[in-house]
């Protein structure tokens, strides 16, 4: 496992941690990322901007169980930026609960920071040749090494506090103890295991994981006497974990009008300081370089408190603890452990990764439509600062081609284009079918009485032809006149049903009672209903508003919805009409038969055009079709509930015309 | 004169067998009429027709339905089915199931007198032939006892003259 890892599918592709690895350590597959070990400086930035929590540290807490129970000396040694994580705890606090959890001595690392500064101290003023890149943070160390060769020689050839604290362990001090740095600092995992290095620490936590194994201990160092630390006690070194700190603790004289000292921090400066030293555009005898600002500020601090008050954290307990420290006892430790080696050398760790030609390069953003300069929009979205950037991550198979989103939108875009497209083919498609089974249906409620006709007339051509004008039956050639008529006018009322469904043409619309409509269509069709032993029950609410609709086609749709309940009530029954409104908002109608009803299988296809039980001859099916397209032209909805041999009711609703549409 | 032919009309329209009833009954024919297929099916059962008309479409039992109850029990009343809509499907069904002809509304009446005419005539000559054969076996019965029973009395002379 690598340092940091990233917890598969929590990943959101948003490619911040790519926008924010400089080291370029991220790879996205599958539109997961990946951090590549070998290329990751654990600077942490991943882990600290990555708002899905989706990136893993490596966890120290196993191994150091397994030291604590192994029966072996296992010494704590805490990172100078501590009571910043700790706040709530008095320090002394910390160091009972970390023997609780089974350390045999906690010692302070600032010590060690104390040692170096001695080291800084001495080659500053030594070196006037070059400049000299300060050499404490790991993230720092690890960039140079792996991107910035170059500058291997500048990097001050001295451990870090860490390990000048663990040399002076295991050196001097206990070399039959166990090693365990408690820190705000992920690049510390990787330190520990630096083959210059190794041997040394022996384990690396974080603040939240000795807080995690103070939890399953159920140890709350609040509830704890304070306990001294062990091994020297350090003095300015605790100053260390601030930004600047090394140089206060070395007494590097910073001078704001010589520009030969220069101390920064943060990604992007950092970036921008150690680019421009390897170009020889910085000008400087010291840099002072740290990737986060100061440890304070560490990716696995845990708390929320700002930079500035973890800084006065920092500060009362240096300024607190010089108060009480045993000068002389200082300055013997010092002394004592001056003998022991803090120097450290560098190695160029190449892990550079294939770089494309500029063919290579345009044929990657080919793929991504950008075919011009202008198509490079540079907008970072896919975590690189250039569109060439990306291209030459996505060469080095380190992105994935379809991270542009200004691409991704354009795809969308057209994929919606084509979806659009094809529902529209789709929906033509339903409309040929059903034309398609308009015609059939057409023909068949057709040529029924068109056979007729045509066999009345060449019967009558016929006797015409053969019989005497004298002996001719009249009556019955009239029989066959009025029934050729009235078969005529069904071809003409299909015909014209089918017209009125066909024609998807906007209606002719002004402000209508729709109670008018109701009344004058009743009208049409009340005698013939009664004649039928149908009674009619008509309640309309007062003082109902207009709607704006086409009302010759509302009459249709009327006269279609009383003669289907006609139709179902062959025995008689009751007709109720009930018009209403909800609100003001809609006109409601109900028209309820007490006739056949519909069966449940048949309910969803009463408004497919030409469908029909047939029970009576006839139905053409269109009716109730026409209706539904008559209401859906007008805003409105058809519903419709029945029970077999109960009775069926239509519940139309028409908005009620707003006044926008004045 | 020879009988009128009977032709049952099953059709569920009623222009259809309004208008077929009068132009066969002018053409000769002795039509007699059913709504649907039940009704065919109690008709049958009391006279036999010569020939059926038969509509595909019709709600309740359809056409092809009662064309296999047709078959099944009056194998040799040839069926002519009807459709106001034609599809392949239907037509090969209703060949296959054995009606003797398929033919689509709207037709000129024309049509049907002639395909019932043919049939009819066929039958006819169907039927002529079997009676003919009939007879003849008939004639060949009496021709051989004519001879036996001369035979047999040329044998009775004989012994009496003996």
Known sequence: MGVVET???????????????????????????????????????????????AKKIESGIENTYKLLNSGQKVFAVLAPSFPASFNEFKPRQIVTALKKLGFEQVIEV???????????????KQNNMWVIISSPCPAIVNFIEKYHPSLIPFLAPIVSPMMAIGRIIKYKYAPDANVVFIGPCIAKKKEKVDPKLQGIIDEVLTFQEIKEMFKEQNINPLELDETDFDGPHPNIGRIFPVSGGLLKTAAIESDILENDIIVTEGKDRTLEIINGTEEGKVEAKFLDILFCEGCINGPVMDNDLSVFIRKDIISNYVRSESEILDKDKYIADIEEYSSVDL????????IELPKPTKEEIEEILKKVNKLKKEDELNCGSCGYNTCREKAVAVYQGLAEIEMCLPYL???????????????????????????????????????????GVLTYLKLMEKKFSETSIESLNIPNLLKYVKTMESETARCSEIVKNLLEFARPTEAERELTS????????????????QLQGIEIIEEYQPYLPKITADAKQIQQVFLNLFINSAQAMSNGGKLFIKVK??????????VTDTGCGIPKENINKVFDPFFTTKLDKKGTGLGLSVVYSIIQRHNGNIEVTSKVGEGTTFTIKFPINDTKEN | MPEKPKILIVDDELIMRDSLTAWLEEDNFEPITAESGMQAVELLEKSKPDVILLDIKMPGMDGITLLKKIKEKYEDIPVIMITAYATVDS???SMKQGAYDYIMKPFPPEKISYLLRRIVDHQRLIKENIRFKKERKTFLHIAIGVVVNIIILLVIFYFILK
Do not use: W
């Open chain 1, 409 to 451: 939108i354009d795809q969308l875009q057209k994929m919606n284009r084509e979806l659009i497209q094809a529902q529209q083919r789709i929906v033509m498609a339903a409309r040929l079918s059903s034309m398609g089974e308009i015609a059939a249906g057409v023909a068949h409620e057709i040529n029924n009485p068109l056979s």
């Open chain 1, 7 to 53: 917890i598969k599918d929590k990943c959101k592709r948003c490619y911040s941690c790519v926008r924010n690895c400089p080291a370029k350590a991220i790879k996205i597959r599958e539109g997961q990322a990946y951090v590549i070990d070998e290329r990751c400086i654990g600077c942490g930035n991943c882990v600290k901007i990555c708002s899905q929590n």
């Open chain 1, 581 to 590: 409104t909800d609100n003001n908002k809609h006109i409601i109608t109900e």
């Open chain 1, 514 to 529: 729709l109670e008018d409509i109701i009344r004058k269509t009743l009208l049409l069709v009340k005698h013939q209903i």
């Open chain 1, 343 to 350: 120097r450290r050398a560098f190695t160029i760790e190449n």
């Open chain 1, 110 to 124: 600032a010590f060690g920071a104390d040692m170096i500064s001695k080291e800084y101290s001495k080659l500053f």
């Open chain 2, 91 to 93: 037509a090969v069904e």
